[in-house]
């Protein structure tokens, strides 16, 4: 059985739907937050931090956390228990955390809110906070090969045992979760589905994924998140930040309510209004700059390079973006020789419609052959870079150098023979598109 997605368990919690226990896990931290901020405005009265406790999974074992779960709550009727980076429900191969047997320091508390700093919580009024977070320590649980012992059974080490035991509590507190209480367990990485904690979590509905959201789903959250601020965003506006790299929804929610803030009374939110607070500065940047590629235009290009680089875009996020956009005008160079338009790009790569119809006509100048070997020079030195071969920016700049060639497109240094212009699902453009 899978885990229910994080959206599905916010709405539920916010019609009043509060389960005994939650456990989050996936990259999305935003969704962790948002959750857990949820729980809190619907238990507890605003300024409660009497019945709050939030542990830090690196230094609390299972067992600790059960025994906190029991505690009774102080002049209410129920607590928040929050248990942050949970490491022992990490993939016994490869989780976070330290190594077998570290020693116990330190205590719970200090301020933090995930991997990710900044932004709104998901829905909530502008303002509200994420609550607290316990100090870094390393993990005291079972090394990556150690399997927890079954109660009652013989044990391998020390380690070992004190996992199973630690794992059998949890399985009994899962049966009989105190009334008083709701646990959160929140790992923001992957958890091992074979652990009987796990799937009784799932088997209960209790396990919670928090993946980023993508396409549609991810258009119509930015437009919830625009509504809560009595805002509208207009559908250029829209694609600019759909199209301004990876989806961090923090990062997303943060730059909403700096542009919301911006405008004022106005309701609609324009393209213009993202680019005056530099939001989404990086898309419009790289949009224009591969206009100027494609066309040849070196000087503009290496231009709006530097103007990117020194409003401290960071170069990997620019080549992603940059890869990303030579990969959708290869798969539109693709489409126009077969007949197709843009309708159908959008339909296959899931854009939104903007930006389907200006890949289209970038397309227009840009033979497929072209956009396959800028894909592979986007990987020279995307593997460069990582190789320590240049500097970050340095090698940025050598790329656009190379593919605004004034010869009209990119040739065959510094990077290597050309890709032959076959199928888009070739190693080229895989491996280019992080």
């Not at 019945?51 to 830090?56: H, I, Y």
Request: aromatic share 4%; proline share 7%; charged share 25%.
């Amino acid at each position: 059985m899978e885990s229910t997605p994080a959206p599905a368990i916010l709405e539920a919690i916010r019609k009043g739907r509060i389960e005994p226990v939650y456990l989050l896990h996936g990259p999305e931290t935003y969704w962790h937050d948002a959750i857990v901020q949820a729980l809190r405005d619907a238990l507890l009265p605003p300024g409660d931090v009497m019945n709050f406790t939030q542990l830090d999974g690196r230094v609390a074992g299972a067992a600790e956390v059960v025994e906190q779960a029991r505690i009774v709550p102080f002049l209410a009727e129920r607590r928040l228990l929050v248990v942050r980076d949970a490491a022992w429900l990490a993939p016994r191969g490869g989780g976070s955390g330290g190594g077998r047997g570290g020693a116990r320091a330190g205590s719970q508390g200090g301020e933090g809110s995930g991997r990710r700093g900044g932004g709104a919580v998901a829905g909530a009024r502008p303002g509200s906070g994420t609550g607290q977070r316990g100090p870094a320590h390393p993990d005291t649980g079972p090394g990556p090969d150690a399997e927890p012992a079954s109660p009652g059974g013989d044990a391998v080490g020390d380690g070992e045992e004190a996992a199973g035991g630690s794992e059998a509590a949890l399985l009994a507190y899962l049966d009989d979760p105190a009334p008083t209480a709701v646990l959160v367990i929140s790992h923001p990485g992957d958890v091992d589905g074979r652990r009987a904690v796990v799937r009784r979590l799932r088997q209960r509905g209790w396990a919670v994924a928090c993946e980023p959201l993508r396409d549609d789903a991810l258009a119509r959250w930015l437009q919830q998140q625009a509504a809560a601020w009595g805002k509208e965003l207009e559908p250029e506006a829209l694609a600019w930040l759909l199209e301004s790299g990876e989806p961090d929804l923090q990062r997303l929610a943060s730059e909403i309510a700096k542009v919301a803030t911006y405008v004022g009374d106005r309701r609609r939110i324009a393209a213009a209004d993202l680019r005056a607070v530099g939001v989404a500065l990086a898309t419009a940047g790289v949009f224009e700059l591969v206009d100027a590629v494609a066309a040849g235009r070196r000087r503009q290009a290496m231009d709006l390079l530097g103007r990117l680089l020194d409003a401290n875009e960071p170069p990997l996020r620019l080549l992603a973006l940059i890869a990303r956009q030579y990969r959708i005008l290869a798969y539109a160079c693709s489409l126009r020789a077969e007949g197709g338009d843009a309708a159908r790009l959008q339909q296959l790569l899931g854009l939104h419609p903007f930006v389907a119809r200006k890949a289209w006509q970038q397309a227009r100048d840009v033979p497929l052959d072209r956009a396959m070997a800028a894909l592979e020079a986007v990987l020279e030195t995307d593997v460069g870079i990582k190789q320590g071969r240049w500097p970050a920016r340095i090698g940025l700049e050598r790329l656009v150098w190379y593919l605004s060639g004034s010869s009209g497109g990119p040739g065959p240094a510094p990077f290597g023979s050309r890709p032959a212009a076959g199928s888009l699902r070739g190693p080229a453009a895989r491996r280019a598109v992080p």
